[in-house]
C-alpha cells in the first residue's frame, strides 16, 4: 500500500521559517519524482514545486521566488520542503503527493 505522511507544520511568525516532512513506504520511492502542493482555507489546492527523481531538476511556482527548497534523500524514502520568509498568505494545509497517490497533509500557519 502507498502511504505518503507529511509532518512539521505549526505555527510561525512572518518572516519565520519551517521544514516540511515527507516519510513514504509501499513503492519504489526512488523511481518517481515528488511535488508538494497546498490548500489555503477555503481555496482550491495549488502546486508550489516538483523534484525529478535524482533530484537533478526543480520546478517552482512563481509565488516561491526562491523562499522554498524541496530536497530529497532516495535512500531514506523522504521528501522535504524548505520553507523561509513565509507570510501570512502561505498559511495552508501542504501535502506531499508522489506515484499518483496524496499524502496526508500537515498545516503551516503564519500569523503574529
Known amino acids: 500500500e502507498v502511504q505518503l505522511q507529511a509532518s512539521g507544520g505549526g505555527l510561525v511568525q512572518p518572516g519565520g521559517s519551517l521544514r516540511l516532512s515527507c516519510a513514504a513506504s509501499?513503492?519504489?520511492?526512488?523511481?518517481?519524482?515528488g511535488s508538494w502542493f497546498r490548500q489555503a482555507p477555503g481555496k482550491g489546492v495549488e502546486w508550489v514545486t516538483t523534484?525529478?527523481?535524482?533530484?537533478?531538476?526543480?520546478n517552482e511556482a512563481d509565488f516561491v521566488e526562491g523562499r522554498f527548497t524541496i530536497s530529497r534523500d532516495n535512500a531514506k524514502a523522504m521528501m522535504y520542503l524548505q520553507l523561509n520568509s513565509l507570510q501570512p498568505e502561505d498559511t495552508a494545509v501542504y501535502f506531499c503527493v508522489m506515484a499518483a497517490t496524496r499524502g496526508q497533509g500537515t498545516l503551516v500557519t503564519v500569523s503574529s
Open positions: 509501499g513503492f519504489a520511492f526512488s523511481d518517481y519524482p
Open positions: 523534484i525529478n527523481k535524482d533530484a537533478s531538476r526543480i
